[in-house]
């Protein structure tokens, strides 16, 4: 977070705040209620070229910030109400005036934006969009999402074109920025039956995102000193390849194949063609990245499931034939007196899962 100097009028004013414990974007917005600020969020441009400095309330200013990325900047202001902030996704109404925001009357919708951000320690892949559920505006009238067919993005040629468009309308349930799938301003669109909302009453809502997962178990594979065994779980396959013995300790030999395309999240859309609904849009949403350097989290579990002390594991063959990854590793550890013969193998990762947050805006601003 950084102060914007020209657009607070006492830099120097003192704050104090006891929140006691409260989750994390909670305790943010009390902070911006103590000291009178809220998020700026007009995005500055730069000048016209040869203009010069500009000057004025809305001047270009540039924040000095190294080494920071998504510095929020601070401005004198009174906080919306219109934000959830108790849980691990902040759901936040950007201001009506946001210059994305409009207002047509032809079509008779109304779009506006929402920002989702995680709180820290929320390992985000992306945030898929927004489910909206229920949504009331002068008075109790209801209104209905649109899902409006995305404008022309450069870049995608005819057929990414096409795919992005039949996204838009197979996903049906969800209002998604198809332009940009990663960024954290949502649009939602709705349709206001000519009648022009000044704010919302109520928006229901369900948050989709996709998070990484704590490390946990992939693949696991039970009596491995008998030298001989394979186990597959989500896209990853672990074979024991042999068992010997050097230097008095016993040398595990496993073998460890991996899809990376199979690892990653794979998204297939309904769409309607002649009266039948087929899965037929096959899009691939991961960035995982085929690393046959990075030596594979083994563990060795005992029969009673703890992790056996001292394993030494190093990777002694590797390759990747831009399909699949193929590592060879050796584990080294002293053979346990009782229970050798129960040892299990384990491959620990993370998993890709979505996740859903429902949230209640009330008083969202209408452009």
Do not use: C
Not at 19 to 35: D, K, L, S
Not at 74 to 90: K, M, N, Q, S, T
Not at 284 to 311: H, V
Request: proline residues 8%; neutral net charge.
């Amino acid at each position: 977070m950084v102060l914007d100097k020209a657009a607070v009028k006492n830099l120097d004013r003192t704050v104090t705040l006891d929140t006691g414990p409260v989750p994390y974007w909670q305790a943010v917005h009390a902070f911006y209620r103590a000291a009178g600020l809220v998020e700026d969020d007009v995005p500055f441009a730069a000048p016209p070229p040869g203009s010069g400095p500009s000057s004025g309330p809305r001047a270009v200013r540039r924040l000095q910030a190294p080494g920071v990325t998504n510095t929020i900047r601070l401005i004198d202001g009174e906080p919306p109400a219109a934000v959830v902030a108790d849980r691990g996704f902040r759901v936040r109404a950007l201001p009506a005036n946001y210059g994305q925001n409009k207002y047509d009357d032809l079509k008779g919708e109304v779009t506006f934006h929402l920002d989702i951000d995680a709180a820290p320690g929320v390992p985000v892949r992306e945030i898929v969009g927004v489910d909206v559920k229920k949504v009331t505006a002068d008075g109790g009238r209801a209104l209905a999402a649109a899902f409006p067919v995305p404008p022309y993005v450069g870049g995608f040629g005819w057929d990414g074109q096409m795919v992005m468009q039949q996204l838009a309308i197979a996903t049906r349930d969800l209002n998604m920025d198809v332009t940009n799938l990663t960024e954290n301003h949502q649009a939602v669109t709705l349709k206001t039956n000519g009648l022009r909302p000044k704010k919302l009453d109520e928006l229901q809502g369900v948050v989709v995102a996709r998070v990484v997962t704590p490390p946990e178990p992939v693949v696991t594979l039970g009596h491995v000193l008998k030298g001989t065994g394979e186990a597959t779980a989500d896209g990853q396959t672990v074979q024991v390849t042999g068992v010997k013995t050097v230097g008095g300790r016993t040398v595990l030999q496993v073998r460890n194949v991996t899809r990376p395309d199979s690892g990653e999240d794979v998204l297939n859309f309904p769409v309607q063609m002649k009266g039948q609904v087929r899965q037929f849009i096959r899009i691939n949403r991961g960035t995982m990245r085929a690393d046959p350097t990075r030596l594979p989290d083994f563990k060795l579990l005992d029969a009673t499931g703890q992790p056996l002390k001292g394993l030494s594991a190093r990777i002694t063959s590797m390759g990747f034939d831009g399909t699949t990854m193929t590592q060879d590793v050796e584990l080294t550890f002293d053979k346990p007196e009782h229970g050798a013969d129960d040892l299990s193998l384990v491959l620990i990762g993370r998993r890709t899962a979505v996740v859903e947050m429902p949230f209640v805006l009330k008083d969202v601003p209408m452009p």
